[in-house]
């Protein structure tokens, strides 16, 4: 193993707590019963950690599904809340990154910046950050609005409150604090900023009431496959996740290669260099110890859901019931993205299946609900290692069909693997969420001015 | 020991992280370098768990007090937020309540409810939520406002801040989960509940994606002493701390049982027992081996804050700037309570010094900020005995000169005399912050309706 080989990062997802599925509480190994119980996580981000991942990494949304009576009954609808989560972990834990959702659109940047920067102090600089904006009604409903915002309103919410983050971690310069007991003084007054943004979004004056991250800020990490989501992970994003991987197989190494560039070729014009930024291409493997136990378990996976709440995941999906068409048909409209105000990169990943092929509806529910590749271990880490080579990815980030053995699978099984190949870590090298992913400390936005002050 | 002698119960109060006072940081015990690293706090929960207090109990507020330039300079003005420490302390302790200040000024229900819910399935029921309604304008400007809303609409917004919260906490009844993997139900829908509420404060549809906490609520903390504070903590707090302690000496036991009575007596027309609500006075202990070294030592503690800082403290809590005026004459003017819309307790406390004493500001400024009891472990025992035995408290929340040593002392010394004289228990005998406390824990909202339907 040559010690210059480029390596690969890995996140650890956790989309719904039992695993990626909407189902996976039902596979016979998911500790279905445990999903608010702290030793089930903890378990988790420690095997996670065994396995070097760069981060363990926690969804969420702000609502109970009971849009169709499917969500309620069949699907795992509970979940903790992401800070209080991760900040336990962090206490359990000593390398691993810790990153979670966190919505723009139903919170204050105030108390974002705050608890990510405790969180980074916490944890010693291993927090991290998923942009999101939220997608439906009913979470706008829990926070005092009728409908979801406008995407572009959204988008530019988040743009907005991204950067007010950044100057409230920015209030602190890193050397502000004194502690110097003797003169009384706790703090420089000088080294400390005070933002005083004002717009139609957001009025905060700062400055914040905890110290510089230490990691200057938290990972910044964002999903969309959209094109204000491309364009916002180009200007700000440091991790992106989630491309080629939501639906179906895995798609082409062009097909991600194609996003890779399309992505990367976009930050120059941000004065960005394409290492300011790790592409984490989504995967979901199904691991046996043969290639047909691989394919027997997948299908046992895609078993796991009820073709009511199948459906009903599509019909959500679509932002229409589609309940009552025949399901042995093809669906009878053509779904529109042109003002679309839920997910767009779900509903475009449905209409590229639709365009390549002619599924009915019930082939469809099932695409749609179908997202793993099956393979030997020696496979999964195959196609890791196509795409890690041909440039369509700097890593990715795992999914897992239950949890917490489909993680073990993967740490016992693929890691080992991918490290005889020279592709990924046999240990950690450094302290923070950074240091694994081989991204710089950012300075804080007064750093220049303060040095030609003092000059 | 008779095993029916009543035992207090005592909180560990940390107000700024390196302990009671403005200038606690400076104590030449203190860790002030520590007080963004995890294991400072660590060890502090861990010797309060050692000392068997009911609950480690954290202040917060959501500002830098930058009014004056000496609280930049010199006051601790950083501190980790309540959620992100209270979760990682709750991973490191096994039995100890894990409380926090939380404003219901500056915050939504639904991830207030979704954050304590959460804290108190990770920590197995331990999570106590100390409500409050925050007390500045530069808290009004990091959220959107440009001045602090006024005291009664505070209030207001807290009752149902509160009401929503508990609603919320309701959602799902507490068998409502079913982890039917056979059958494929996940939970029962006719036990979720959506709460549909709507008022000029809030809209928040519900329901909550958190399971019903193990506790039910979280304990419900209040502190205020203002009348409107009284009434909230009579109709639904279950801990009430702060009366007769957060000025000058400890106030006499008839002070203390005065209080005790008149918020106690409010209980019953809301239809509440007197054993419902606990009331903890503050109590700040300065130890010494004998009565004299205590005094030294409470001398040091006060002699920590520089006369500027002081003086500007003292502005803060008058609500103007009174540094021009002569240091050794009285202040030139009346306070005045009616339409102050900070702290009233504060200021109500000022008003009962100056009416007992004619202070010049110079020595209202240090009595201010001079809180603590000296003695012996004896001495400081037997005020707490007295206190409890006279039905002026039913336990005390404790503060600290400066941490972990101040803490340690207590631990190490008070602790075991109160345990000498039966009046503290040796060891933990139940689960939960409620168990601790003696508090019973609350039906759903919705149990006596679901009673009625099953008949």
Do not use: C
């Amino acid at each position: 193993m040559s010690k210059k080989q480029r390596q690969m990062a890995l996140g650890a997802m956790m989309y719904f707590p039992a695993g990626e599925h909407i189902s996976s509480w039902r596979h016979p190994e998911s500790d279905a019963a445990g999903l608010m119980d702290f030793n089930y996580y903890k378990h988790i981000a420690q095997t996670a950690e065994r396995g070097k991942f760069d981060m363990f990494f926690y969804a969420d949304e702000l609502y109970v599904w009971d849009r169709f009576e499917s969500g309620v009954a069949q699907s795992n609808s509970i979940r903790p809340e992401p800070f209080t989560l991760l900040s336990a972990l962090a206490a359990v834990t000593s390398r691993i990154g810790l990153a979670a959702t966190v919505s723009t659109t139903y919170n204050e940047p105030y108390h974002i910046a705050r608890k990510l920067a405790t969180l980074d102090h916490l944890s010693g600089g291993r927090a991290g950050w998923n942009i999101v904006t939220s997608q439906t009604d009913e979470e706008a409903r829990n926070f005092g609005l009728e409908q979801h915002p406008q995407h572009k309103d959204r988008y530019g919410r988040a743009r907005e409150f991204v950067d007010v983050t950044q100057g409230l971690w920015d209030s602190w310069d890193d050397d502000a604090l004194l502690f110097d007991k003797a003169r009384g003084n706790f703090a420089d007054p000088s080294k400390l900023h005070t933002l005083h943004h004002k717009s139609a979004n957001f009025a905060v004056r700062g400055p914040l009431n905890v110290s510089r991250p230490p990691q200057g800020y938290p990972v910044l990490i964002q999903a969309g496959a959209s094109e204000a989501g491309k364009e916002l992970a180009a200007a700000s994003a440091e991790v992106v996740f989630a491309p080629g991987s939501a639906f179906g197989p895995f798609g082409t190494v062009e097909d991600g290669k194609a996003l890779y560039d399309d992505i990367k070729d976009r930050m120059a014009k941000y004065g960005r260099s394409r290492d300011d930024l790790k592409i984490l291409p989504g995967v979901l493997p199904i691991i046996g110890r043969t290639e047909e136990e691989a394919k027997e378990r997948l299908d046992a996976v895609n078993e796991l859901t009820p073709e009511r709440l199948g459906l009903d995941l599509l019909s959500h999906y679509l932002g229409r019931d589609i309940s009552n068409y025949p399901l042995d048909e093809p669906l009878p409209y053509v779904p529109q993205l042109e003002g679309f105000n839920q997910s767009k990169s779900n509903l475009t990943r449905i209409l590229q299946l639709l365009e390549r092929e002619a599924l009915t509806i019930r082939q469809l529910y099932k695409r749609v609900n179908s997202r793993g590749i099956a393979g030997t271990p020696t496979q999964i880490a195959d196609q890791l290692e196509a795409w890690f080579l041909a440039g369509a990815a700097d890593g990715f980030n795992v999914m897992f069909p239950h949890l917490p053995g489909g993680l073990d699978d993967f740490v016992d099984l693929v890691v080992p693997e991918l490290q005889r190949r020279g592709l990924y870590r046999l240990d950690y090298t450094g302290a923070t969420l950074r240091d694994h992913l081989g991204l710089k400390r950012p300075e804080s936005r007064y750093a220049n001015v303060q040095s030609q002050t003092k000059r």
